[in-house]
């Protein structure tokens, strides 16, 4: 990703976040990080701050991003996003399957996804090969973000 894409990338991966809380609640602003926001600009530039970036592209236009955080043989997939209008036509497991290959090395994988999203749950175990490891609540918190009320899976891809 380009620098000068940052302020773009960011919008977009709201409007795609945001796309799939308000399909499943509507406007309701308690499952959102920021008001009007599933995802906050603090948690999307903390990520594209400790990170690569990557820019989806389809036909020389942006329609998605990603960005993953490698150390060593571990991998994050902080966010992965596809343009709503997008979905569905295989970008995103593409996408995914470009990041694999791009860090041979990494032979765990982990990644979040919001509780509601059904969508992301299906790709990453059904399309992608995560199994769900926690899920975090009030009664088992990220030890990360033990401030956090945000119910979220975690999961977790072991390369063989």
């Not at 773009?8 to 008001?35: C, M, V």
Request: hydrophobic share 30%; with cysteine; aromatic share 14%.
């Amino acid at each position: 990703m380009k620098d000068s894409d940052r302020e773009q990338f960011i919008k977009d991966n709201q409007e795609a976040f945001k796309y799939g809380a308000t399909e499943e609640f509507g406007l309701r602003d308690s499952h959102f990080e920021e008001p009007g926001e599933t995802i906050s600009r603090k948690t999307i530039e903390e990520s594209l701050d400790h990170g690569t970036a990557y820019r989806i592209m389809l036909d020389g236009r942006p329609v998605g991003g990603a960005i993953v955080n490698v150390s060593g043989d571990k991998g994050d997939l902080d966010i992965l996003f596809v343009s709503p209008g997008e979905h569905s036509k295989g970008i995103g497991y593409e996408a995914w399957c470009c990041i694999e290959k791009a860090y041979p090395q990494v032979r765990v994988w982990e990644t979040c996804t919001p509780y509601f999203e059904k969508r992301n749950i299906h790709f990453y175990l059904n399309r992608c090969g995560f199994k769900i490891t926690e899920f975090f609540n009030a009664n088992h918190r990220d030890p990360d973000n033990p401030d956090d009320d945000f119910e979220m899976f975690r999961f977790e891809k072991k390369m063989y």
